[in-house]
């Protein structure tokens, strides 16, 4: 697929944090404003309807380029129901399981990709809705079997490389609820994996969410993202060695590619 297509053409072992996820990380994980803030290098390779099955082989296939000392899952995509007949065709037909389809076998980069696997966007759609959507709740989103199989499997390859994993559940009061957030902290406690649900921190964050999503609540625009990810970045910072790129010459590129983008705004 393209995404590793460009993952490949970065520097081998040169980036320190890499994202997993659905669209909602695609959405969110901005690696040109992390790399601008906080100098860590990081690669999102967050797909549209990823499934677990996709972030199993995702996993293993980034070895081949990096040697990441982190992983960024945002977990939307833990809970979605997977069905045997596209999994049968995703294990013997991978080109099914990707389902930005075949254009993504077809599309050859030429160059880098400057956003780093980020999708950006300016389009705003106001979420109107409430925003006491983290009740007080009890219950558990129910997790398919095959994937608390796949994540497994994940966790322990991430084990092996010596590779920390860290769940995000970015912000998402369209479609977010108490009994996702409690199935997530419990695989979470069961598994020694940090979690952080940025539902329950709205005044961190700042979101304004007639101004900051693309869809009306349930993916973040850019102004969002930027937002999301100077919190994000201060927290991978603080408690992950991590190493500032920012004066490394070997790291000048990003540098580059972020005058550009920008226009040579800093």
Not at 240 to 258: C, G, I, M, Q, V
């Amino acid at each position: 697929m393209t995404k590793l297509k460009y993952l490949s053409m970065e520097k081998d072992n040169s980036i320190d944090v890499i994202f997993l996820g659905d669209s909602e990380g695609k959405a969110s994980f901005d690696p040109v404003t992390l790399f601008h803030n906080q100098g860590i290098s990081s690669y999102n390779l967050c797909t549209n309807f990823q499934w677990s099955l996709d972030t199993l082989a995702l996993t293993k296939k980034m070895y081949q380029y990096q040697s990441p000392k982190l992983v960024v899952m945002e977990t939307n995509f833990f809970l979605t129901t997977l069905r045997k007949r596209r999994i049968l065709l995703a294990k013997y037909l991978p080109i099914f399981n990707y389902h930005e389809l075949y254009k993504e076998y077809l599309l050859y980069p030429q160059s880098a990709d400057k956003w780093k696997g980020f999708s950006a966007t300016n389009q705003v759609t106001p979420y109107t809705g409430s925003l006491d959507y983290m009740t007080t709740d009890n219950s558990y989103y129910p997790v398919d079997a095959w994937t608390l199989d796949y994540m497994r499997q994940v966790k322990e390859i991430l084990d092996q490389h010596g590779t920390k994993l860290l769940m995000v559940s970015a912000p998402n009061p369209l479609n977010w609820t108490t009994s996702k957030h409690n199935t997530l902290q419990e695989w979470c406690d069961q598994n020694n994996v940090t979690y952080i649900d940025y539902n329950l921190k709205p005044e961190e964050l700042n979101i304004n969410w007639l101004t900051d999503s693309r869809d009306g609540g349930d993916h973040l625009n850019y102004s969002g993202s930027v937002k999301f990810m100077n919190v994000l970045g201060k927290y991978l910072q603080e408690n992950y060695e991590l190493t500032d790129h920012r004066n490394d010459p070997a790291y000048s590129k990003w540098n580059e590619d972020y005058k550009s983008i920008f226009g040579g705004a800093q």
